[in-house]
T-cell receptor, first 116, second 116 residues
Framework: EPEVTQTPSHQVTQMGQEVILRCVPISNHLYFYWYRQILGQKVEFLVSFYNNEISEKSEIFDDQFSVERPDGSNFTLKIRSTKLEDSAMYFC??????????????FGPGTRLTVL | DAKTTQPPSMDCAEGRAANLPCNHSTISGNEYVYWYRQIHSQGPQYIIHGLKNNETNEMASLIITEDRKSSTLILPHATLRDTAVYYCIVRVALRAGGTSYGKLTFGQGTILTVHP
C-alpha cells in the first residue's frame, strides 16, 4: 500500500538555524498538508497546498514558515529561524483529488524537530 | 467545522468490541464525520468516514444517528494493538461533488486502552 514518507525522522538544530523538512507524497496525490504536534498536545494544522500555492494557513504559519514543491515530487516545509517553541513532531499529509468518496488525508510518520 | 465531544478515555477487553462515541450536535448537512487514530507519536492513521449512512471497512464500522448529531466507531474485535488515541473529526465538503480537501481539526480524542 502506498505511503507518505518523511525525512529526516529526527532533526536536532540550534535556535536561529534554518531547517527543511521533507515529505514524499503518495503518487498522484495533489493536496498537501503540514501539521505539527507539540509533545503532549493536540495535532495542529499549519498549512495546506494545492496547485503550487497555499490554500489555507493557520495563525501558527507565520513569515518564518514556507512551503514548496521544488521538483514536482517532494513537498517541503522550511522554518527560516527556528525557535525553542518550534520543537514538535511535524506531520505531512497528502490527499488525492478525486470526485469520489475517497477524499482522505494520509499522514506520514512525522519528523521530530528538536530546537536547542 | 463543527465541534466534536468525545470521552477522554475508555477501556476495552481484548477480543471484545470497542464502541467509541462522539457527539457532533452542531454538524451541518455538508459535513462528513471522520475517524483517525494515533498510536504513540506516530502519524494519525485514517480509519473510516461517512456522511449519513453507516459505513464499514476492514478496520471498523461507523454508525451515524439519523439526526447526524452523534456517531459511534466500532472496533469489532479489539486487540492490544488497537490501544491508541481515537479522534472524531467533522470536516466540511468543499466542492459540489462532496470531496473534502480542507484541514482536519483535531481535538483531544479518546484514549482507548485495550486490556489482555
Amino acid at each position: 500500500e502506498p505511503e507518505v514518507t518523511q525525512t529526516p525522522s529526527h532533526q536536532v538544530t540550534q535556535m536561529g538555524q534554518e531547517v527543511i523538512l521533507r515529505c514524499v507524497p503518495i503518487s498522484n496525490h495533489l493536496y498537501f498538508y503540514w501539521y505539527r504536534q507539540i509533545l503532549g498536545q493536540k495535532v495542529e494544522f499549519l498549512v495546506s497546498f494545492y496547485n503550487n500555492e497555499i490554500s489555507e494557513k493557520s495563525e501558527i504559519f507565520d513569515d518564518q514558515f514556507s512551503v514548496e514543491r521544488p521538483d514536482g515530487s517532494n513537498f517541503t516545509l522550511k522554518i527560516r529561524s527556528t525557535k525553542l517553541e518550534d520543537s514538535a513532531m511535524y506531520f505531512c499529509a497528502t490527499q488525492a483529488r478525486l470526485l469520489s468518496k475517497a477524499d482522505t488525508q494520509y499522514f506520514g510518520p512525522g519528523t521530530r524537530l528538536t530546537v536547542l | 467545522d463543527a465541534k466534536t465531544t468525545q470521552p477522554p478515555s475508555m477501556d476495552c477487553a481484548e477480543g471484545r468490541a470497542a464502541n467509541l462515541p462522539c457527539n457532533h450536535s452542531t454538524i451541518s448537512g455538508n459535513e462528513y464525520v471522520y475517524w483517525y487514530r494515533q498510536i504513540h507519536s506516530q502519524g494519525p492513521q485514517y480509519i473510516i468516514h461517512g456522511l449519513k449512512n453507516n459505513e464499514t471497512n476492514e478496520m471498523a464500522s461507523l454508525i451515524i444517528t439519523e439526526d447526524r448529531k452523534s456517531s459511534t466507531l466500532i472496533l469489532p474485535h479489539a486487540t492490544l494493538r488497537d490501544t491508541a488515541v481515537y479522534y472524531c473529526i467533522v470536516r466540511v465538503a468543499l466542492r459540489a461533488g462532496g470531496t473534502s480537501y480542507g484541514k482536519l481539526t483535531f481535538g483531544q480524542g479518546t484514549i482507548l486502552t485495550v486490556h489482555p
